[in-house]
């Protein structure tokens, strides 16, 4: 199937992995590549050393194009964009910040920006900026979110804008994809989805509880402060939100979540973890690969769209 977006990264499939931190390591991002979608490799916090021992690494499972998603709050944000361009690295994603300081440097070496929008004059901002395209991310989607869902978000800023948008948040399957084609996206970016892939690194907790979710399991945190985060509803998010509903300031808040997402990822504390998941997890039934996943939605997607 191509798209501007197709055309633009040279992959098979307008499917883009979130950069999702902790989860969206190498394993998980060449999986995705190697499947003929944009795998994406999530510096989030990490030190520039980590991302480029990932970027090394993913290059030895897969040729294909792979990007990564730059956190432009990461204290190592610098030292990141630059490894960006001595690792040959064809795309980038960003959020938390505008990437305007690494635009002149990317794109002397031919890197696609792509940044990260939850908003109409946030995508305009950007593409004066000089990006190649934005991801329109709505609410429904996992992690920090903003206040716009993604069937109102999308074909505003498709509108508003003149390069290629990308749609984000509740999409898991090809009706989701579909649906965005339909309101003039270029493709889609998937997180939640990709979470439970056998390639994913996530614990095996981690993934059940994904897979577990009903419509109404995810939870968000932080609308008192503006650093609103979706997640699946645990003994933590009760916790923060009995505080946050207290008045609790925002640095007794922040210590409760300090580490959180790793105590999920990695060692399987669905309690007192950060268990970041969209609304859509309810769709997700079950752990496959990332091959089988991106078929099987562009299988049902181009049925849809009677483009098979």
């Known amino acids: 199937m191509k798209t501007k977006i197709t055309e633009l990264l040279g992959i098979e499939y307008p499917i883009i992995q979130g950069g999702m931190a902790w989860v969206a390591e190498y394993h998980l991002a060449s999986a995705v590549s190697e499947a003929g979608g944009l795998g994406i490799i999530g510096a989030g916090g990490a030190p520039a050393s980590f991302v480029r021992e990932q970027i090394q690494k993913g290059k030895e499972l897969t040729d294909k ?3 990564v998603n730059v956190m432009l709050m990461n204290p190592e944000a610098d030292q990141i964009a630059q490894v960006i361009v001595e690792e040959g690295v064809k795309v980038v994603t960003t959020g938390a910040g505008n990437p305007g300081k690494y635009m002149a440097m990317w794109k002397e070496a031919g ?16 593409e004066r900026a000089g990006a190649d395209a934005v991801v329109a991310e709505g609410t429904e989607s996992g992690g920090h979110i903003g206040a716009a869902t993604t069937m109102t978000l999308v ?3 498709v509108d508003a804008v003149h390069i290629p948008v990308i749609a984000a948040g509740g999409i898991a399957d090809g009706r989701g994809f579909a649906a965005a084609i339909m309101l003039g ?11 439970v892939a056998k390639e994913s690194i996530v614990h095996e907790n981690y993934k059940k ?56 990822v990695v060692e399987g504390d669905v309690i007192n ?10 769709l ?11 078929q099987e939605i562009m299988t049902q ?7 098979s």
């Open 273 to 282: 973890g950060t268990l970041m998941a969209g609304q859509i997890a309810g």
């Open 111 to 126: 890197i696609k920006v792509i940044p990260v929008v939850a908003s109409v004059g946030l995508a305009r901002m950007m």
């Open 185 to 195: 996206a270029e493709a889609v970016q998937m997180g939640t989805r990709f979470v």
């Open 209 to 264: 509880k994904v897979i577990a979710a009903k419509d109404i399991d995810s939870e968000v945190t932080g609308m008192t402060h503006g650093h609103p985060v979706r997640q699946i509803r645990n003994n933590m998010t009760r916790e923060y939100l009995k505080l946050e509903k207290a008045g609790a300031p925002f640095e007794e808040l922040e210590h409760l979540t300090l580490g959180a997402l790793r105590k999920a």
């Open 284 to 294: 997700v039934k079950q752990e496959q690969t990332c091959a089988e996943m991106i």
């Open 155 to 157: 074909p505003q800023v």
């Open 65 to 67: 194009p792979c990007g």
């Open 301 to 307: 997607a181009e049925k849809l769209l009677k483009l």
